[in-house]
């Protein structure tokens, strides 16, 4: 019969006019014709009063098939009823009849040439085919179920329960040791043949309770010419782990289905068999089962041979096949002169990050851990979704879907809130930003897109960013075929959506120095050459002296803040010079403010030193496919905030090359012990200091600094501060010493100052 698309059936039927029963059978019979439980709900959604979100998937899953199905033909009939007539041209469709798509038809039947196989000649080695077999199929440790006896019925000859008690293992060293077939696997009739199952047994018995994995089925077909069933096998690339002749009139095809479980194994045999129906081969229903018997290869069968024709044949796994059995029907656009667009070019999208991305493109953001890619990718959802720049670059303004995969639904949120107060903005377009909580639901990103073009569809997203891709990955990363199968996800979304798809990815292991921006992603280059813009994140390595500038600022800043909210027109009493310079300004402060004012600056002049240790610098290289290449861009990683080096001080800093990892560590190590000294040495200066004040500028003794710094910490909390003997051996590292007489510090003369430079 003539193919008809369902889906224009169902335009004429009205599911808000349907029995419960009739809905039912509906969806009963679009998924017996091979389509989607989304094209169900697509369609029963114009039921408004009825519909529930997610009930069609449900009752979806219980749709397992009867000896008296629900078809195509049930939709015909109720179209037919609501004023649907065929097109002309066709028949009359009769209740039986089968209705179905072009998806899976890969062999024209018409044209297919039939590939002859050669039966072995005197030289056949019957046990190389079945130790060939044996190792393509099984572990060694595996059970194997096999039939040497039979019985007959109706002139058939018909196997009996037969063996499920040896390992391959065990074959396979019998096999080894004899020439003769029999030693391993018993006598058989010749006239019968033998059978092997092609799944592992648990030892307890031969049915499909019994089945262990369930990696394998059959496909086989008697009424085809057998040059054409290889044909038609070959064309179809089923991954076919063994091909046996029966010594009859078919092909045994042992094909790879990698199923988890019996509810997924019925259903990808299912899928194969319509698959393979569609393409002309009729298949025995039987052969659906796991624990089925297949002809087994090395022995003889009414004076022909039982052999295998051939091992790994076709795609290499199931999820391969599937991809590319899904992507045959050919929806590809014709190739078109550029002579008949040269005078009406096509507008380009418009830019979504001004000079970096444009709508509908995609980007990867790469960088090391700790690098704050996700706080990086939440900075830019709140710029697209305000309107404003993110970095340098100025975003366009508009709806933008954050899928987090990774933090709990309370993390994320406080992280979106954190962000918009560390950068100083006032929430105006909240409702431009959903966020989609996948933690612990994560799907395979195949499985991912559709589910989230589904629910995106008529959301008007002009940005979709997804953190992180690593919960998504199918397939091995290293791989490049199947990494550019999984980056096309990516481009589904774009397409259909009409939007960016922004996503990160980590970076290999070892330093990233010596490396390009194009090499530094971990996996496959398919990640950094895919995308249509590589941001890339480097750390950079900073110096002392670099922080101790930036500790100077931090104070600095953090006395004209005070300073401002205190007095007006301070800055009058003090030069430019001396508003850069923590030693002066802080004389300044001493001498401006009361106590109690003083130690509360010095507390937070000792917070903001702190908030700079944390500090950490990165760059950002770019390459990208619409635009120019721009400069390398520095900033700070200012925790949760990224803020650009506006000033300059990062620029000549060069990432360092290769380092071995013995050395990165020990510069590690030494980074640690620098940033807790200094932490100890701003601790003991603050102590110094405040007693100072409080005492008309005299030095406390050693036991009145200790007197002052467990004051301090208990005023803060801290349970933790110096012994009055730690302070006695501490004395020349903080650059003090006593005097002799007065018991009372003095600074060391290599030391003076007040240690806040």
Known sequence: MGQTDLLELLEYIDPAALEYQDWVNIGMALKHEGYSA??????????????????????????????????????????????????????ELEWEDTISRDEGVV???????????????????????????????FEASETVGYVTHSFEKDGKHMPTKGVYDKTAGQLLRELYKYEDIGYAVGDY??????????????????KNENVTEFRYTL??????????????????????????????????????????????YRNRVDYLYKVCEKNGIKIDTQNRNPSRLSRMPGVMRNGRKQFLVDTNIGKSSWNEWYEWIESVTDDLPEPESLSSVWDGLPELSPCLIEGVLRKGHKMLIAGPSKAGKSFLQIELCIAIAEGRDWLKWHCAQGKVLYVNLELDRASCLHRFKDVYTALGWK??????????????????????????????????????????IYKVITGDENSADQMAAFCNQFDKVCTELGCAVIYCHHHSKGSQGGKKSMDRASGSGVFARDPDALLDLIELETTEALMKQEKNKAVCAACRNYLDRHFSGWEDDVSLDDMMSSVQILEYCRKKLSAAQFTDLNALCFAAAERVTALTAWRIDGTLREFPKF??????????????????VLKDIQPDAEKPVWQRGKEARKKQGEAQRNSKQAKYNMAIENFRFEHDNVYPTVKELYERMKSDAEAVGEEKYPAEKTIWNSLKKIGYTTDKETKRLIPLPEKTGSGNE
């Not at 749709?63 to 078809?71: A, L």
């Not at 039966?119 to 130790?131: A, C, F, S, T, V």
């Not at 782990?241 to 009859?248: R, T």
Request: glycine letters at 10%; proline letters at 6%.
């Open 107 to 137: 062999v024209d039947r018409n044209w297919i040439e039939g590939r002859e196989i050669a039966e072995p000649g005197e030289g056949w080695d019957p046990r190389k085919d079945l130790i060939t077999y044996l190792e393509t199929l």
């Open 631 to 648: 400069e390398p861009v520095n900033l700070w990683f200012d925790y949760p905030i990224h803020r650009m080096d506006d000033v300059g």
């Open 38 to 91: 989304a094209d169900w709900e697509s369609w029963s959604r114009r039921d408004t009063a009825r519909y529930h979100h997610g009930e069609c998937a449900r009752k979806w899953g219980s749709f397992n098939g009867s000896g008296t199905p629900v078809t195509g033909g049930t939709i015909v009939q109720m179209a037919m009823e609501h004023g649907w007539r065929p097109k002309g041209g066709g028949h």
């Open 427 to 468: 929430p105006e377009h909240l409702g431009n930003i959903d966020i989609w909580n996948l933690r612990g639901k994560s799907v395979p990103m195949d499985k991912l897109a559709p589910k989230l073009i589904r629910r995106a569809a008529k959301k008007d997203y002009i940005a979709v960013i997804i953190d992180p």
């Open 219 to 264: 496909v086989e077909s008697d009424d085809m010419e057998i040059e054409k069933q290889n044909a038609v096998i070959r064309e179809l690339e089923l991954p076919v782990a063994c091909l046996v002749h029966s010594g009859g009139r078919s092909l045994h095809a042992v094909v790879r289905v990698d199923a988890a479980d019996y509810r997924e």
């Open 189 to 206: 009739n010749e006239e019968a043949g033998a059978w092997i199952r092609f799944n592992p047994l648990d030892g307890k018995g031969v």
